[in-house]
């Protein structure tokens, strides 16, 4: 009799336990905050190709590295999409590097071809062709130095000079070229070529020059810092702690190192002069989420 009592018992136990299962279910357990004092991920970010981002972490699918974690607090607010961010991992693996904007006198080569031409013991010139786009550094007695394949291993000084009737320069251009010529007067007369000394001077001898043409000092910013698109070109602005700024920027004339800036940029801005085509692929991406 008693054990029947027991199991009855426990029976009406078993059964009032599976009640209260069914009808007062135990909470699930929600993921636990961060602890206090520390930041919350945002997402993980590959450090060498910083578009590549993930919500878990894992590996770059292009070199392999381990994603880091991009904390709150690292990224900027993106409501002005000229504005992008990199965290200190990603700038130190691509080597993000900036500098200042100032004044530079703005130097640049141009290379030009041409010939020897009326060459006699009283006078020589060096008639090459200039193109349209070179006229902003050249000007009226620009001085420069010819050199000669038949006259190896000496340069000729030679000066921008009208030659009797004829100006420095041709004023019509020519329209398939967009080419026109210009008139050096050879200030060594004549061009002798070796083993003629003075028994024959040559004419029509093709000859070559690197003009060095510089501004005066300007406002301007190096080329790395320029990523051009069709007319226009942009610079990131680099405003510390990882926070990047698109400038569109007007250009004047574009040396071999510097070029000159006309608007979009002010002196004492600091742009980014190595990276800022990763940090463009970033801002690209971000747009498009």
């Not at 069914?22 to 190709?49: D, F, T, V």
């Not at 700024?245 to 742009?271: F, H, M």
Request: some cysteine; charged content about 25%.
């Amino acid at each position: 009799m008693k054990t029947k009592l027991l199991l009855v018992i426990l029976l009406l136990a078993a059964g009032g336990g599976i009640w209260l299962y069914k009808n007062h279910p135990a909470k699930a357990s929600s993921p636990a905050a961060p602890a206090k004092g520390e930041r919350k991920i945002l997402y993980y970010q590959s450090a060498m190709h910083p578009w590549i981002k993930s919500d878990k972490p894992g590996k770059c699918p292009i070199c392999g590295m381990d994603l880091v974690p991009v904390y709150e607090g690292d990224a900027m607010a993106m409501s002005d999409t000229n504005l992008v961010s990199l965290n200190k991992t990603s700038i130190s693996a691509v080597n993000v590097q900036s500098e200042i904007v100032a004044k530079h006198a703005v130097t640049r080569t141009i290379r030009v071809l041409g010939t020897i031409e009326k060459n006699s013991s009283s006078s020589t010139w060096f008639v090459f062709d200039v193109y349209d786009r070179d006229l902003p550094w050249l000007k009226s007695d620009q001085k420069m130095e010819v050199t000669l394949s038949s006259v190896p291993g000496k340069n000729y000084p030679a000066q921008l000079q009208s030659h009797g009737t004829q100006t420095f320069a041709d004023r019509n251009f020519d329209e398939a070229s967009g080419s026109t010529k210009f008139r050096a007067r050879i200030l060594e007369t004549p061009v002798e070529v070796p083993g003629f000394a003075g028994k024959a001077y040559f004419s029509g001898l093709q000859a070559a020059s690197q003009i060095r043409a510089a501004t005066p000092e300007v406002l301007a910013v190096p080329r790395s810092a320029l990523i051009l698109r069709g007319d226009d070109a942009l610079a990131y602005l680099d405003h510390g702690d990882g926070h990047y700024e698109s400038r569109v920027v007007k250009l004047g004339r574009i040396g071999d190192e510097y070029a000159e800036v006309l608007d979009g940029l002010d002196e004492g801005d600091k742009v980014v002069t190595h990276g800022n085509l990763l940090i463009d692929a970033e801002a690209q991406l971000t747009k498009g989420e």
